[in-house]
């Protein structure tokens, strides 16, 4: 929102988020006339991680209280009572946290062996203080956490006088053996477990999480590698790579417009957020200077998000805690990067001013290996790059009528190579389509503000006769205004919507398999009176959130609903 506005926040009372979605009381407590100094502790409708019932062991990767932005720094030793060290079933990791007083809401990291694990916003605490815990599903790193390694772990915060919260976390990870019958390795051009679907996370006080047994999917095949680039752009993969992702944990934050990169407006605009090119973004990745890859990147809203944090106290909204990799499918790149040389990988994000902060890309290399082989060789077949459209027309207010910024922005790239591999020669083509509408209004002052938006990310991976498609929408509709006696109230819902499936072609035909829709929904409703204590504030506000998965596996659906940072409804309709 308006930067303005969100200066009004300073020195305001500051709200909680968590993530591990429980199931509520049988009986919904009234909820008060307005909040109170404390509220129930955060969680979402989003279903726990499925785990195996096999033999587990836990083990303890971080223990910390961060009170500025010193780094957390320990070791690490791979479990060695659940199976072969590397080939787990399953390995999940949980971050239980807690925070009281006055803080904002800060961002930070988890790195293992230097390869960035989980990435995470935390929530901003009430007086009494709050709990939280995430839960997210890093199989996808098992050959990292199969050996020794060196742990750091960053939330980077300020206590003083005026912001008094510790942010006290614990993380541990559970590894799970194998099930005799399903076991570790599978089809190379598998999906990757967090590709098909937005994000999966869960946040959860003390109660207990319903059973999503009826929710099932096929496991995703671990890379044989990851490698980290860190602060290098330099990378050497295995000679023998047959496939290569790499995932981008993007965010735009950090404070600046940049965490409100979707608000910005071309310098002709009267608005307190500039960006010479409007709010227009995608984040790009490049090998050896050519385009590799296109992404749009989430419109994540943190916690104090839209001036307005008594919108996510209970309830925050998606991705806000569990940060989701950007991925791209580089595998028609392979025969050029296995050529035993080191190759230049860089990160861009289009739209963002010249020599502007408040973007971090950190970048994993996810590789799969052709064990029946030494060197995979291969080459390009086709790059194929659309131009970037991108057009923000800006019409100036007069009179009552609001200021007005219409935008529209796209593109599309398609690129194939293939690989000689021991199965035979197999070609893979990556087509990506981006697309973004917005419309934002304001009017002088910026006591109105408002913006609805809608990205599109459409991916099809193609590989032999096998075709991967994933469709993901983020959609935000907000409206923030200053009335009468300070009363800033804002309105806002977010979607999160994602549709995977794949065709696989046959001689008798095409075959459809694996489909499935994931939809998270989030509505919130706040008012309360700025620029006053905490205690004379009189916020009043509700928020609900759905999420529903439908597919092959089965389905799930669950509603959580609050008023005035009460739970008052908790429903499973799957």
Same mark, same amino acid.
């Given at each position: 929102m308006r930067r303005r506005v969100m200066s009004m926040l300073v020195g305001a009372a500051l709200a909680a988020s968590t993530l591990l979605g429980g199931a509520g009381p049988a009986t919904a407590a009234a909820p008060p006339p307005e909040f109170g100094n404390d509220w129930h502790d955060p969680v979402t409708a989003a279903p726990p991680v499925s785990k195996p019932q096999t033999t587990s062991c836990e083990v303890k990767l971080a223990e910390a209280q961060f009170r500025d932005f010193t780094p957390y720094k320990g070791d690490y030793a791979p479990p060695r009572a659940c199976g072969e060290s590397g080939r787990w079933g399953k390995v999940v990791l949980r971050m239980d946290g807690k925070v009281k007083g006055r803080q904002y809401d800060r961002l930070g990291y988890l790195r293992?062996?230097?390869? &960035?694990?989980?990435?995470m916003s935390t929530p901003e605490p009430s007086v009494d203080g709050i709990a939280w815990s995430v839960e997210k599903d890093v199989t996808r790193y098992r050959e990292t956490f199969s050996r020794d390694r060196q742990v750091e772990m960053l939330i980077g915060n300020v206590v003083?006088?005026?912001?008094?919260?510790?942010? +006290?976390?614990?993380? !541990?990870?559970?590894?799970?053996?194998?099930? *005799?019958?399903?076991?570790?390795?599978?089809?190379? +051009? %598998?999906?990757?477990? %967090?590709? %098909?679907?937005?994000?999966?996370? !869960?946040?959860s006080s003390t109660q207990a999480a319903p059973s999503t047994q009826a929710v099932t999917s096929a496991p995703a095949a671990a890379p044989d590698r990851v490698i980290p680039l860190g602060d290098s752009t330099?990378?050497?993969?295995? #000679?023998n790579s047959e496939r290569i992702v790499a995932e981008v944990y993007a965010t735009g934050s950090g404070g600046g417009c940049e965490e409100y990169w979707y608000l910005t407006v071309p310098d002709a605009a009267p608005y307190s957020c500039?960006?010479?090119?409007?709010?227009? #973004?995608?984040?790009?990745?490049?090998?050896?200077?050519?385009?590799?890859?296109?992404?749009?990147?989430?419109?994540?809203?943190?916690?104090?998000?839209? $001036? =307005?944090p008594f919108l996510w106290y209970v309830i925050p909204g998606p991705r806000a805690f569990d940060i989701k990799p950007v991925e791209y499918d580089l595998t028609p790149f392979a025969g050029l990067l296995n050529d035993g040389r080191p190759h230049k990988v860089e990160v861009s994000v289009v739209g963002v001013p010249e020599a502007q902060t408040g973007w971090n890309t950190p970048v994993n290399v996810l590789v799969w290996q052709d064990e029946q082989k030494e060197r995979v060789t291969g080459g390009l077949i086709r790059h194929a790059e659309g131009d970037l459209v991108n057009e923000p027309s800006y019409t100036p207010g007069s009179g009552?009528?609001?200021?007005?910024?219409?935008?529209?922005?796209?593109? *599309?790239? $398609?690129?194939?190579?293939?690989?000689?591999?021991s199965h035979g020669r197999v070609a893979t083509t990556v087509t990506r389509t981006l697309a973004n509408t917005s419309a934002h209004r304001w009017t002088e002052g910026e006591t109105m503000d408002a913006l609805k938006a809608t990205w599109t990310d459409r991916e099809t991976v193609t590989t032999g006769r096998r075709a991967v498609r994933r469709d993901r929408t983020y959609t935000m509709d907000g409206t923030t205004t200053l009335g009468a006696g300070d009363r800033l109230r804002t309105e806002i819902s977010l979607g999160d919507r994602a549709e $995977?499936?794949?065709?696989?072609?046959?001689?008798?035909? &095409?075959? *459809?398999? =694996? #489909? $499935?829709?994931?939809?998270?929904?989030?509505?919130?409703?706040?008012?309360?009176?700025? =620029?006053?204590p905490r205690d004379q504030r009189h916020a009043v506000g509700t928020s609900r959130e759905r999420y529903r998965m439908i597919g092959d596996g089965g389905c799930y659906d669950r509603t959580l609903a609050t008023v005035q940072g009460t739970l008052t409804e908790d429903r499973l309709r799957c």
């Open positions: 293992v062996g230097g390869v &960035e694990v989980f990435r003083d006088e005026t912001y008094t919260g510790i942010i +006290d976390v614990k993380v !541990t990870l559970t590894f799970y053996a194998p099930e *005799r019958r399903n076991e570790p390795r599978q089809p190379r +051009d %598998a999906t990757l477990s %967090a590709t %098909a679907a937005p994000s999966t996370q !869960t946040a330099s990378l050497s993969t295995p #000679r500039k960006a010479d090119q409007g709010p227009y #973004r995608e984040v790009q990745v490049t090998v050896d200077g050519r385009l590799a890859g296109i992404a749009a990147p989430f419109p994540t809203v943190w916690t104090g998000g839209w $001036s =307005n009552d009528a609001p200021h007005r910024l219409q935008t529209r922005g796209g593109h *599309r790239l $398609s690129i194939s190579g293939y690989v000689n591999t $995977s499936g794949t065709t696989q072609y046959g001689k008798g035909g &095409e075959r *459809r398999v =694996n #489909r $499935s829709v994931t939809d998270d929904r989030y509505d919130g409703d706040a008012t309360y009176t700025a =620029n006053v």
